[in-house]
């Protein structure tokens, strides 16, 4: 890769369309040897804004090399000479070198554009499979010496290569995870040999690995991938690797023989790297691997635990913003937008929740499209998931909608209960879910979870052998410190989808059962816990309103979630709440019943607290007539009512209204709880 970090590719290759075949042929050996190059049948997609893709490609090319064919050049190639100059590819760093493809012959001065003559000639008619022609091929693109060209030549070339992947030119970021990676892979001890990335589907652990094969390719003899979904993946790709190491079992009847014979290769041989991909049941790939390795295994996986294989997995995370942004900018060919359409690509970026799959798959839509990026936010707000599904897309077999889809179902397939926790996760806030919304909730979350959870108290080992098989895909992350679970907001959306309206309602239901449930009491001493659920509060009162949800613990979640947030002084975001509470209350339970006094008392202290008397005063008044007719003229919650409105009419200065209120509350408290009682 060049060293200038405004170059993403190394040449840009320049060429007649009747001689794309053979200029593709000189593409793959630059880059099995390394060589990052931009080729437009590679890099651009049918729809691509042509002209403007090709300017972007040129001026992030270090090198351009124009290819020559037997028509000589063609008109599109002068224009993109042009480009060229006009992006000043000419420049005193930059370079522009000629290559004459077989069946040309070499033209004169004057038959070349300006910025052609007098450039480095590459001569490949005698063969595209030359060594030497394609050693000062590369020795020009690199601008290294001729003196240097076989010590560039040793220290770029791969012998041996059967990574199924182009380097990714919009490849942004990560660097900390491939710094660890080969520290980790190259420090000393028998553990150094192995190392494995695991993550989330669609967090990006393939083209991390295939990043880590290019950036490094230079360490190794030998850099070998094979895919590992099932079994029978694993076994193709041993015999694929057979084949291209050329062993003498490669061709055998019996795959079984070569891919021993790939074992024996490994343990023999040093300085490989073979890269085992999608690698997501440990125990399924342990029988394969090499006893004593010389070389590095490089393992990409959603499983979390690698103790069988005797690694500690990095974890990839998702990207930071700045890097989201970066990539979605590059990915959509938009490296300079205005402010409005920057800001745009931020919000689009954070919508997507910094998931490298999302972001590639919009990027890659908007770049096809030419679509702004404040447009295909303003429609993935709208339409979601079912936007992503929407685009070709290359080196990914399928759309981010369905990323997920097999992981769900092969943990259903091991525990409903497992699912069940899948499913009540996608209606709470997606980070920092406490666990004892679970523990604490199970009785109203459905006889799965109430039976998967009896006795969790007494043995806290039930929970973690619930929530393993969410850990074990990556579906969920779990806070031991903590005491919580996290879950990416598209894998939220996704687990929504699948449920179908009925079953959402019904999910949802229970979840806020199990919020109410959880919930502790309004003291002081209560504010942590609430702290940590007011977030999930908040997701189950946007699940109540999107789904109309009226169920009666609707209302008494929303009315804690109110309490709290008003306590802690931000009065503008209790109040829907209360307000919601209320209606629910009136709905459910009629206008008549206690709770609905409740909500009308929490309601008027709310006013109260802003100054807005003329609002609190008929809800004070309206919630003291309940309790009085349903609870009798003597209860305490009586006498807290006349006690409040009391405090409202003193805090206008109505006094003669507020004495008699306090009496009468004075005397229900001591006639109930007795002359010498605190309160």
Not at 138 to 160: D, F, H, K, Y
Not at 335 to 345: F, G, K, V, Y
Not at 370 to 375: C, E, I, R, T
Not at 530 to 541: I, K, S
């Amino acid at each position: 890769m060049s060293q200038d970090p405004r170059w993403r590719y190394d040449v840009f290759l320049s060429h007649s369309s009747r001689d794309k075949t053979a200029v593709e042929a000189v593409a793959q050996r630059l880059s099995a040897e390394g060589v990052t190059v931009f080729l437009d049948q590679w890099d651009l997609i049918p729809g691509d804004p042509w002209q403007e893709a090709l300017e972007e490609a040129l001026e992030a090319s270090a090198t351009c090399a124009v290819f020559l064919g037997p028509d000589g050049i063609m008109p599109w190639q002068n224009e993109e000479m042009r480009i060229a100059l006009d992006r000043g590819v000419n420049d005193r760093t930059r370079r522009v070198i000629t290559v004459l493809l077989p069946g040309s012959s070499q033209p004169g001065d004057e038959d070349l554009p300006t910025l052609l003559r007098r450039r480095t000639w590459v001569d490949l008619r005698v063969g595209l499979e030359d060594d030497e022609a394609l050693r000062r091929l590369i020795a020009g693109i690199r601008g290294v010496p001729p003196g240097q060209v076989e010590l560039m030549r040793q220290a770029s070339r791969t012998p041996i290569w059967n990574v199924p992947h182009r380097r990714n030119q919009y490849f942004t970021g990560r660097d900390d995870v491939l710094g660890q990676l080969h520290a980790a892979l190259n420090a000393e001890g028998s553990a150094a040999l192995g190392q494995a990335i695991r993550g989330l589907g669609g967090i990006g652990k393939t083209q991390t690995a295939v990043e880590y094969c290019y950036r490094y390719r230079h360490e190794y003899q030998a850099i070998l991938w094979a895919r590992t979904e099932t079994e029978a993946d694993l076994v193709a790709g041993l015999v694929e690797i057979a084949r291209v190491l050329d062993l003498p079992e490669k061709d055998a009847q019996e795959q079984e023989q070569a891919v021993q014979a790939v074992g024996r290769w490994l343990e023999e041989k040093d300085d490989w790297l073979l890269v085992l991909d999608n690698a997501d049941e440990p125990e399924m790939v342990a029988p394969f691997l090499p006893i004593t390795p010389k070389g590095h295994l490089l393992l990409t996986s959603r499983a979390s635990n690698f103790d069988l294989l005797e690694m500690a997995p990095l974890k990839l995370g998702l990207m930071s913003a700045d890097e989201a942004e970066a990539f979605l900018l590059q990915r959509a060919r938009r490296p300079h937008p205005a402010a409005e359409e920057q800001q745009a690509a931020a919000d689009l970026a954070e919508e997507l929740g910094y998931l490298p799959l999302a972001l590639e798959h919009a990027g890659a839509y908007i770049s096809i499209h030419a679509a702004l990026f404040s447009a295909y936010l303003a429609s993935y707000r709208s339409r979601r998931l079912e936007l992503l599904s929407e685009g070709p897309l290359r080196d990914y077999r399928e759309p981010v909608t369905t990323t997920w889809s097999l992981n769900f179902d092969q943990v259903a397939s091991v525990s409903d209960a497992a699912a069940e926790v899948l499913r009540v996760s996608a209606f709470l806030a997606p980070d920092r879910i406490p666990l004892e919304v679970l523990t604490q909730g199970a009785p109203e979350l459905g006889p799965t979870l109430a039976e998967a959870l009896a006795g969790v108290a007494e043995d806290p080992l039930r929970l973690d052998k619930l929530l393993q098989p969410l850990l074990q895909y990556s579906l969920i992350e779990r806070d031991l410190e903590a005491r919580t679970i996290s879950i990416h907001r598209m894998v939220q959306e996704a687990v929504r989808q699948s449920l179908g309206e009925t079953l959402q309602r019904s999910v949802a239901e229970r979840v806020i059962g199990a919020l109410a449930h959880s919930s502790p009491g309004q003291e002081v001493e209560s504010w942590p816990l609430c702290e940590r659920l007011e977030p999930h509060w908040l997701a189950a009162a946007g699940a109540i309103n999107q789904l109309g949800l009226v169920p009666a613990a609707a209302g008494a979640l929303l009315n804690q979630a109110g309490f709290y947030i008003q306590q802690r002084g931000r009065y503008r975001d209790a109040s829907p709440l209360y307000e919601r509470s209320l209606q629910i209350r009136e709905k459910v339970l009629g206008a008549e019943h206690p709770d609905v006094a409740g909500s009308l008392n929490n309601l008027a202290s709310l006013h109260k607290a802003q100054g807005e008397y003329a609002k609190a005063a008929p809800l004070y008044e309206r919630s003291l007539q309940i309790w009085e007719q349903v609870l009798g003229a003597e209860h305490p919650d009586v006498a807290t009512s006349l006690n409040n409105l009391a405090m409202l009419h003193k805090a206008q200065g109505e006094y003669a209204k507020a004495a008699p209120l306090y009496e009468r509350s004075l005397q229900i408290w001591e006639q109930v709880l007795g002359a010498e009682h605190p309160d």
